[in-house]
């Protein structure tokens, strides 16, 4: 059975930075795309971020982009979302989400019915 579990989530004031963690288990392989989805008060749960845990590049919605890294650790099952500049928008629920796939795509990577597995989420509160 595959499990996510966030980590890292804080209250934090604009322009801070903070680290997300996002540990799997369950795989037997690293054939899995793995999201970063967040959702804001009001707003639907939104992909930010995506990166395969065997290799490829990693994408990344507008609203992060330049200031969110999505990396790996392949021997950890681990991976991590750096945020950097923080602004009060970016206040919301993180979870982590994985599919099966041999890929990341990056006409798909955000769709989010696709994702088979998720965590439970986690708190980031930006304060102005």
């Known amino acids: 059975q595959v499990q996510l579990l966030e980590s890292g989530g804080d209250s934090v004031e604009a322009g801070g930075s903070l680290t997300l963690s996002c540990t799997t288990s369950g795989y037997t392989d690293r054939d899995y795309c793995l999201a970063w989805f967040r959702q804001s008060p009001g707003k639907e749960r939104e992909g930010i971020a995506a990166l395969h845990a065997g290799a490829g590049p990693a994408f990344y919605a507008d609203s992060v982009k330049g200031r969110f890294t999505i990396s790996r650790d392949s021997a950890e099952n681990t991976m991590f979302l750096r945020m950097n500049t923080l602004a009060p928008e970016d206040t919301g629920r993180y979870f982590c989400?994985?599919?099966?796939?041999?890929?990341?795509?990056?006409?798909?990577?955000?769709?989010?019915?696709?994702?088979?597995?998720w965590g439970k989420g986690i708190q980031v509160t930006v304060s102005s």
């Open positions: 989400a994985t599919k099966v796939a041999l890929a990341c795509w990056g006409d798909d990577w955000f769709d989010r019915p696709k994702y088979t597995s």
